[in-house]
Every structure is written in structure tokens, then in C-alpha cells.
Nanobody, 117 residues
Framework: QVQLVESGGGLVQPGGALRLSCAASGSAFPINTMGWYRQAPGKQRELVATITRGGMRNYADSVKGRFTISLDSTKKMVDLQMNSLKPEDTAVYYC???????????WGQGTQVNVSS
């Protein structure tokens, strides 16, 4: 049973920083891609950042220069360092993982990030 466990959400003031972590377990296959998505109230889930096992990163335009994604493929862990947070970054953040030779992707339960003064 594949599980993705997220941690690191919380409340932060505008301009502050948070670090999200996600650990994948339960699959014998290597990681292909891991990433973070977010969903704000009343909006669709959107991509925040992804990273491949080869280190290729993709960021949403809205977070470029502020967020950094990193991957430890051996540990199957992905982190998202979020700096210069804005109120519009408030959302539930979801971890996503794709494994080599596995056709489906997996999602975590989500962790809430609130940016407010």
C-alpha cells in the first residue's frame, strides 16, 4: 500500500517561510517524479512544483524565485522550501508521486498552509 505522508504546513505571516516535506513508502519501484500541488478554497488544484529523478524542476510562474523543490530519491522524500510567502499562497498543499513502471500517480492527504497577518 503506497502512502505519502506530508508535514510542515501551518500559519505564517506574509513574507515568512515554511518548509513542506513528503515521504513516500510502500512501493518497491524507484521514484520517477515527485511534486507539490495546491488547492485554494473554490479553486481547482494547481501545480506548484515538480522534480524528476534526474533533477529536472518545473515551477508554476506564481512561485518561481520564491519556492525551491528538492528530492532525495533514495529516501523517496521531496521537500518544498517556500520563502517570501504571500496571502495568495494560502491553500491545501498536496504531495504527488509517480513511480517507474507504475502507470498511476499517488497523492498525499494534504497539509494546510495559511499566510495571514
Amino acid at each position: 500500500q503506497v502512502q505519502l505522508v506530508e508535514s510542515g504546513g501551518g500559519l505564517v505571516q506574509p513574507g515568512g517561510a515554511l518548509r513542506l516535506s513528503c515521504a513516500a513508502s510502500g512501493s518497491a519501484f524507484p521514484i520517477n517524479t515527485m511534486g507539490w500541488y495546491r488547492q485554494a478554497p473554490g479553486k481547482q488544484r494547481e501545480l506548484v512544483a515538480t522534480i524528476t529523478r534526474g533533477g529536472m524542476r518545473n515551477y508554476a510562474d506564481s512561485v518561481k524565485g520564491r519556492f525551491t523543490i528538492s528530492l532525495d530519491s533514495t529516501k523517496k522524500m521531496v521537500d518544498l522550501q517556500m520563502n517570501s510567502l504571500k496571502p495568495e499562497d494560502t491553500a491545501v498543499y498536496y504531495c504527488n508521486a509517480e513511480f517507474l513502471l507504475v502507470k498511476r500517480s499517488y497523492w498525499g492527504q494534504g497539509t494546510q498552509v495559511n499566510v495571514s497577518s
